[in-house]
């Protein structure tokens, strides 16, 4: 038994090791590669792409357009067209 309360304890630590790797090997990339230069048109292309207010207000626009093309549908007319047709055979007896 080991200190993890499972398994052989070399194995658990490299799995341990693994996970805490894969977890905060993004942050360590990130503090590594400095500040992030961007131009003026850049910044706020940027901005707009990740403000989640903008987002909302997208979203919810599109919800407006829907329900306004929705809304219009009461007033379209309706056509519904049907016929029969039928044929009577008289044999010659």
């Known amino acids: 038994m080991n200190i993890f309360g499972f398994g052989r304890p070399i194995r658990s630590l490299k799995a341990l090791l693994a996970a805490w790797l894969l977890l905060f090997s993004p942050l360590l ?8 230069r961007l131009g003026p048109n850049e910044a706020v292309e940027l901005a707009i792409r990740n403000n989640l207010g903008l987002e909302a207000a ?9 329900a306004s093309g929705l809304s219009w549908n009461q ?5 519904d067209v049907g016929g029969s047709f039928f044929r009577t055979i008289v044999s010659d007896q």
């Open 29 to 36: 990339a990130q503090a590594d590669s400095g500040p992030l």
């Open 75 to 79: 007033f379209v007319p309706a056509l």
């Open 58 to 66: 997208r979203v919810s626009a599109s919800s407006a357009r829907r």
